[in-house]
């Protein structure tokens, strides 16, 4: 009985040595991390794969924020070769850290040249697109016989007292892209209007799930009827919905969005340089990025690629919103976060 | 005087003790023997108030004490198995029923010392109890039961286990310690040689169900 | 037999070496998984600027205070909630007994993350983002502590010292006050300092139920590190947190001496319960069993409800597609965990029960690995091993490592008293048989402690198997946790997905109920074997 018990640990103990290194010795494995939410259709890689013998392995390593610190804390001696999820938020913090190799991709003409241009060395590629908003719940508005907010000065007014949840953007990256909108709405009045918003009960919650799901009257049995997320949880909410109905429970305030650019980059210290410049140039092909809107509801990066029918129907692409360069984002976040802490959280 | 008379006890549906009855005069000592599993232990727990009784009185000096708590029926119990307090050392494991009665410290321990001295046990006061052989164990047992001076000790099984000098010379000791102080003792026994040197009577206890 | 039972082997010279032997391994371990990361993260992060920033900022002080008061107050709850259940299952033998007391572990298993999120859906609106929240939710994780750690202190305490002590004239109040007090209180503080580092260092718990406005020293650790990005001061609060608690655990173990353990042989054979406890007996039962499974129902409600409507959808889905993977990597990773984790354990259990003034050190190292901050020895292994054939960021076993020292207080707890109680008297007959030290653990001790490995074997597997957050840190893909599953589903869009993730919760309850199970199962095989 002891000796089994014995024998019974030692093979655990070699299997446990053993089973982490089997790479393949054909083919180059390059390995991708991504955040959480990085959830492409199964098997697209398969053509790259087989055009380039260039094998992809998925590592997704929490939110964007996690992800973004162990990058930093890793810079010069990566986990993965490729880092997908890096937005506009955040990208000073990994560009400050020299975290990436530059690279110009062979589609970079047909890409959209106002992201292009917030990493004009080309450290990091962008990838996506995606606006966050205040989405509310149509029904509710159209019950009560109110009209829907259609800017961030309305929010502020009772009419909306007791209506609006927001995830903290001091741990959610919808909560501080709203913080930045409004920002860039009232520049240094929006200290002025966060004291409104507070004084007309507006809830912080801690994520952006907790705000939707927990909160929002179109997805949950809370109280809130407007509440900040993306410009593509419409179609989310009509194409996830099962049967789909005919148009979707929620809308979007156009005018309150804010423009996130989600960036890939290759990580500076990896061994297959060339394999990742090539997985780069993939990602942001329309191959892949024709996969993007319906698998990760955020907007192709790549003009040339074709946005399913579906996604064009009930996804709002709002004309003119709100931004504020990365670098200004980059030098005063922490001391807006601050100045936020101090009016609402504490 | 201890009377019992008629005693039931029942553990579940289970008659553990039926019908028994049993009379000890003051300063006298009884020897209850039995086959094991008779009920012996429960007679004396039943006595001291450790287990419910279904039916029947037991009295002390006229006074039925069948509901009485067992804190406050006066009646010493000394277990087979000691039952020393691990978190005391000997002499406050023998100086306890002194100071529930509050009985002030240094008053309590020249007490408890003179009880140590009465069991051989001077020098072990501060031993910690894991530390004690069998019949040292089994002394300071003795010592911290009579130490609370009660009306009537019960002994179960208090010598087994012991090796045969060591058999002799406790008995020896225990026989002088209730001669002088007169003590009323029910003994609980297997053995039969050892009631007879040390009780003036003997009973039978048999199996309830039998 | 011996009629007294000691706590040691008896040969000092071969317990001394043992004891030594096995306390260094385990000084090792926790040095080279816990103390080189966090030195190495405060090496390469933290600036002087960092400390005085930190320590001179008023916000740091409000989180010390918050946290402090939170905690005790939780404990305090606690102890409240589960005083009865634990009197109950420690003091008496009754039918469902052992069934009662697996439900009462099961909370404590799950990922916070979870239970937060039930908690949410059970409590109504008017107490979310209450400190009310925040403590029911602690005390509803702590109660496995109290039942387990005073419960079975209360299962080995002889009934008969009662008996005994009344005997001699001390009423049932001066029982308590004299005897049984005086006896369990180790264990009480022993369960107290469990749990205010639990509390203390409470995480997914604070953030979800207790709100963005409130926050610990841990979770601020984490909205630091990952939220702004400053490393260097979150590693800087790590360290306070870190020396804070080992002042404050230093003044519990002050206060309530932990006594050596006065336990017998075997543990004592139960008293039935008498007749007229048992209304109230199963008064204490069902309201522990409704506190502890309602959470868990909602769990499990939610999981067939797609929105409004009864879907069986997110189970369909879960079997298709993550689960298989997540399972896999789950039950690889718990088992590996155990493995290295029992035998861990053993060791620090040897330097235990062999060590006088060392093995208190090393009971209260063990303590110490809960007081580390997850975030920061994550972020702490993540820059410490990362070169050439040190480079373990992408194994999957570095999340097992990492289980072992989360479960190592636990499950040392499991163990020694297990130890201790093993008769003298084997000892002494092995002895005259020849065998050395080594031979003698081996035939005697193994053997003899083979349900309580079973059972420290079967907690350290359902830790591990709940885990998350130096699973999150840690967690590869094909090697995704289930409780980091959970997370990853729950802050993704759609309802199928939400409806998913508390499928995969109420699976993986099911699965750390099995897990608690054996151990039971272990357990009552040891009661056999201890001769009941």
Redesign the interface.
């Known amino acids: 009985m002891r000796h089994r018990f014995l024998i019974a640990l030692v093979c655990l103990a070699t299997t446990a040595c053993t089973a982490g290194g089997n790479g393949d010795a054909e083919y180059v494995t390059l390995r991708l991390l991504a955040h959480d939410s990085f959830t492409p259709t199964e098997g697209i890689f398969d053509s790259f794969t087989e055009e380039t013998g260039i094998a992809v392995e998925i590592v997704r390593g929490g939110d964007a924020g996690t992800l973004v610190t162990k990058a930093v804390l890793a810079s010069g001696n990566p986990e993965a070769d490729v880092l997908w999820g890096v937005d506009n938020t955040l990208l000073s913090r990994v560009l400050d850290a020299d975290v990436f190799v530059p690279h110009v991709s062979v589609h970079r003409d047909d890409l959209d040249q106002s992201a292009v241009a917030l990493a004009p060395n080309g450290e990091v590629t962008p990838v996506d697109s995606g606006d966050v908003c205040i989405n509310y719940d149509k029904a509710w508005f159209s019950e009560r016989n109110i009209t829907p907010p259609l800017t961030l000065q309305a929010i502020s007014s009772p009419t909306y007292r007791n209506l609006l949840v927001v995830p903290n953007p001091v741990s959610s990256s919808p909560g501080l892209a709203f913080l930045l909108a409004s920002i860039a709405e009232f520049g240094d009045g929006w200290q002025e209007w966060w004291m409104l918003l507070r004084d007309n009960n507006v809830l912080i919650v801690e994520s952006w799930s907790d705000a939707y799901y927990g909160h929002f009257t179109a997805a949950s049995d809370g109280s809130r009827p407007l509440v900040v997320s993306y410009a593509t949880s419409p179609p989310a909410e009509v194409l996830f919905a099962n049967p789909r109905p005919p148009e979707a429970p929620t809308a979007v305030a156009a005018l309150t969005c804010f423009r996130q650019y989600e960036f890939a980059g290759i990580l500076r210290g990896t061994k297959h340089e060339g394999p990742a410049r090539l997985l780069i140039d993939f990602l942001v092909s329309p191959k892949f990025q024709n996969d993007l809107p319906l698998t990760q509801f955020v907007w192709p990066i790549n003009t040339n690629s074709n946005v399913p029918q579906e996604f064009l129907d009930y996804a709002l692409r709002p004309e003119n919103p709100l931004t504020i360069d990365p670098v200004v984002i980059a030098t005063r976040r922490a001391e807006w976060l601050d100045q936020f802490s101090d009016i609402m959280l504490r | 005087m201890l009377q019992v008379v008629d005693l039931t006890v029942q553990r579940g549906s289970r008659r553990v003790l039926e019908g028994v009855s049993l009379s000890v005069q003051s300063g006298e000592r009884l020897a209850v023997h039995g086959p094991s599993g008779c009920g012996k232990t429960t007679l004396l727990h039943a006595i001291a108030g450790l287990v419910d009784i279904q039916h029947g009185v037991i009295r002390i000096d006229e006074r039925d004490i069948s509901h009485v708590p067992a804190h406050q029926r006066d009646i010493g119990l000394v277990f087979q198995d000691n039952q020393l307090f691990p978190h005391f050392d000997v002499v406050d494991n023998v100086a306890y029923s002194l100071r529930v009665r509050g009985m002030a410290k240094e008053e309590r321990r020249s007490v408890a010392q003179e009880w140590l001295s009465r069991f051989s046990l001077s020098g072990l006061e501060h031993r910690r109890i894991t530390e004690l052989s069998g019949g040292e164990a089994k002394r300071v047992a003795l010592a911290r039961t009579m130490a609370g001076a009660p009306r009537v000790v019960l002994l179960d099984e208090p010598l087994s286990g012991l090796d045969d000098s060591l058999h002799e010379q406790l008995l020896g000791d225990l026989r002088e310690v209730f001669d002088r102080l007169g003590t009323t003792v029910v003994h609980v026994t297997h053995d039969r040689a050892e009631g007879a040197a040390l009780c003036q009577r003997t009973m039978e206890l048999t199996h309830p169900d039998r | 037999m011996?009629?007294?039972?000691?706590?040691t082997t008896t040969d000092p010279i071969v317990r001394h070496a043992i004891g030594r032997w096995a306390a260094g391994a385990v000084v090792l371990w926790v040095t080279v998984f816990l103390g080189l990361p966090i030195t190495v993260?405060t090496a390469?992060?933290v600036a002087m600027d960092d400390v005085t920033r930190v320590l001179t900022q008023q916000?740091t002080w409000r989180l010390v205070w918050f946290s402090t008061w939170q905690a005790v107050l939780s404990v305090l709850v606690t102890f409240v909630i589960s005083g009865p259940v634990t009197w109950l299952i420690g003091r008496h033998q009754f039918h469902g007994r052992r069934v009662l007391r697996a439900i009462s572990t099961v909370s404590f298993l799950l990922p916070s993350v979870v239970v937060a999120t039930a908690f949410?859906a059970v409590l109504p609106?008017s107490l979310h983002?209450t400190v009310f929240a925040v403590i029911v939710a602690h005390a509803y994780f702590n109660i496995a502590v109290v039942v387990r750690v005073v419960g079975a202190r209360l299962e080995l305490l002889?009934p008969?010292?009662a008996?005994?002590?009344?005997?001699?004239?001390?009423?049932?109040i001066?029982v308590m006050r004299?005897?049984t007090w005086?006896?369990v209180r180790g264990a009480v503080s022993s369960a107290a300092s469990v749990m205010f580092l639990y509390c203390f260092t409470s995480f997914a718990v604070v953030?979800?139920l207790g709100?963005?406005?409130r926050s610990t020293l841990e979770s601020d650790i984490a909205?630091r590190?990952?939220?702004?990005?400053?490393?260097g001061g979150a590693t800087v609060l790590a360290l306070v947190q870190l020396a804070y608690i080992c002042v404050v655990v230093g003044i519990i173990r002050l206060l309530m001496r932990s006594?050596i353990a006065?336990v017998r042989a075997a543990p004592p054979v139960l008293p039935?319960l008498p007749h007229q406890c048992r209304s109230i007996a199963s008064v204490i039962g069902s309201v522990t069993v409704v506190f502890v499974v309602t959470p868990l129902v909602a769990l499990f409600w939610r999981s067939l409800h797609?929105?409004d409507r009864m879907s069986l959808?997110a189970w369909r889905s879960l079997f298709d597609t993550a689960l298989a993977e997540s399972l896999r990597a789950s039950a690889r990773t718990a088992?590996?965990a155990g493995?290295?984790g029992t035998?861990l354990c053993c060791i620090a259990t040897l330097a235990v029960v062999h060590l006088r003034r060392g093995g208190r050190a090393i009971d209260a190292l063990t303590l110490l690995t809960l007081a580390m901050s997850p975030v920061t020895v994550g972020?702490g292994l993540?820059?410490t091993f990362?070169?050439g054939w040190f480079d373990w960021?992408?194994?999957?076993?570095f999340v097992?490592i990492a289980h072992t020292l989360v479960a190592f207080p636990l499950a040392v707890r499991v163990l020694v008293p297990a130890w201790r109680t093993t008769p003298v008297g084997l000892h002494h007959a092995a002895a005259v048989l020849g065998a050395n030290g080594w031979r003698r653990l081996?035939d005697v001790d193994?053997?003899r402690m083979r349900p309580a490995l079973v059972a420290a074997l079967g907690l350290i597997i359902a830790v591990s198997l709940g885990e998350f957050g130096a699973a999150?840190?840690l967690?590869?893909?094909?090697a995704?946790t289930m409780p980091v599953a959970i997370?990853?589903l729950?802050?993704?869009?759609?309802?199928?997905?939400?409806a998913q993730a508390f499928a995969m919760a109420s699976l993986l309850v099911v699965v750390c109920t099995a897990a608690l199970i054996v151990v039971e199962s272990a357990m009552k095989r040891g009661d056999h074997a201890a001769g009941r």
Request: charged share 25%; net charge positive.
């Open positions: 011996n009629l007294s039972t000691r706590n993260i390469g992060n916000s949410l609106r983002y002889e008969q010292l008996g005994v002590a009344r005997t001699l004239g001390a009423s049932p001066v004299t005897i005086p006896l953030r979800v709100g963005p406005r909205l590190a990952f939220g702004i990005g400053d490393v006594d006065y039935a797609v929105r959808e088992l590996v493995v290295l035998l972020l993540i820059v990362d070169s960021r992408d194994r999957w076993w097992a081996v193994l053997r999150s840190m967690s590869r893909d094909g995704e997370n990853r729950l802050s993704r869009t759609g309802d199928v997905v939400r």
